[in-house]
Structure formats: C-alpha cells, structure tokens
C-alpha cells in the first residue's frame, strides 16, 4: 500500500521556519493535507488540498506539494507551534485513507 | 457549529468484541458529499485510519484490518457505530471520530481511551 514517510523529529528556534517534509511516491499528483496535534489533545486541520488554510489557522501556516515531496511550512515558529505534525492522502489506488507516521517539532 | 464525540467501553478484554458509538452535531449524517471516519491512535504512537462511512452509506475500510470491522450509521440517532472483533492488547488506543467534507478530516471528536486486558 501506498507509504507516506516523514522524519520523527524536527527541532527549530523561535521566529526560525520550519520546513516538515512527507515523502511519497509521485505525491505531488495526490492532494496532501496536515494536522496538527498538541500533547492529549486531538487533531486539528492546518492545510488542507496541499495548501488552503482552514479558517482560524494563521498564515504563518502553509504548505507545498511537488513531485515526490510534500512540505508544510511554518513561518515565524511560536513556542505554541510545537507539537506533533501529520500528512495526509487518499489513496486512491486502493481506496483509503494513509497518513505518515508523523513529525514530532520542537521548539528550542 | 460542528461537534463529534466518541462513548464505549474504556476497558475491554481480549477476543472479545469492541463498540463504539459517534454522536454528531451541527450537521446530518445524510448531508451530500459528507463522510464520519474512525481513526485511532495507540499510546506514543502514530495515527492509523480505520474506516469511513458516506452520507449515502458507502463504506470503505483499513485494508490490513478489514475482516474485523464494521461501520454504519442511525441517521435518527445523528451515530455513526464502529464494531471491531477479536481485541488484543495491541489494539489498545485511542479511539476518534471525525467529519469530512472531501478527502481530509476538518472536525474531530476529543477522542475516547480503550485499553485491552485480561
């Protein structure tokens, strides 16, 4: 089955942007979307169809998808932006839904 | 305003079966173009997809987990019910539900713990 691979960690000081990739083969023809997930609490929507934002998440959110990569990107990083990040695709070759197995961002 | 919130067993033992109920809100289960998932994420783990059902109540599932579950709805209830058979320790974890209106997951419920122990 299709395979979305993310790096388990990432680390990023205050005001730096961080760049959270999502492997897959020929991603760039899927749309990808992203979650956000704070410690103990659920997922939340932050990019959705590879780089539209959902209502309340800030531009400093955004995202890209080409070729074999996928990337969110975090402009000016807040200590409040760490947590752990997600990607997303329909796999439409067998018909559900992947996710990655996650990036965990740290804020120094 | 749209609310999803997962209710079940918290504990539950080996080879036995596992029920959980999704009650919605803000929106109907019979709503064009819509879809409830079942997701679940173990402790310190990833999250894993499990099933979807439509508003026209298509289903599809988890591939690699297909033969143990089950997803349907009670329009009436505003529910969407997810059974799994055959629990194992392996599958404790927290259990979401969650709403989409395309192929992404825009409204989650908070998510409810299901341990599996003798």
């Known amino acids: 089955s299709y395979v979305l691979t993310q790096p388990p960690s990432m680390s990023v000081a205050p005001g730096e942007t961080a760049n959270i990739p999502c492997g897959g083969n020929?991603?760039?023809?899927?749309?990808v979307h992203w979650y956000q997930q704070r410690p103990g609490q659920a997922p939340v929507l932050v990019i959705y169809y590879d780089s539209d934002r959902p209502s309340g998440i800030p531009e400093r959110f955004s995202g890209s998808n080409s070729g074999n990569t996928a990337t969110l990107t975090i402009s000016r990083v807040e200590a409040g932006d760490e947590a752990d990040y997600y990607c997303q695709v329909w796999d439409s070759r067998s018909d559900h839904v992947v996710f990655g197995g996650g990036t965990k961002l740290t804020v120094l | 305003q749209i609310t999803l919130k997962e209710s079940g067993p918290t504990l539950v033992k080996p080879t036995q079966t596992l029920t959980l109920t999704c009650t919605v809100s803000g929106f109907s289960l019979n709503n064009d173009r819509l879809g409830v998932s079942w997701l679940r994420q173990p402790p310190g783990k990833a999250l894993e997809w499990l099933a979807l059902?439509?508003?026209?109540?298509?289903?599809r599932y988890n591939p690699s987990l297909r033969s143990r579950l089950t997803i349907t709805k009670d329009t009436s209830k505003n529910q969407v019910v997810l059974t799994m058979i055959n629990m194992a320790p392996v599958d404790t974890a927290t259990y979401f539900c969650a709403h989409s209106s395309g192929w992404y997951l825009d409204f989650w419920g908070q998510g409810t713990l299901v341990t599996v122990s003798s």
């Open positions: 020929n991603i760039g023809t899927d749309s």
């Open positions: 059902i439509y508003w026209d109540d298509d289903k």
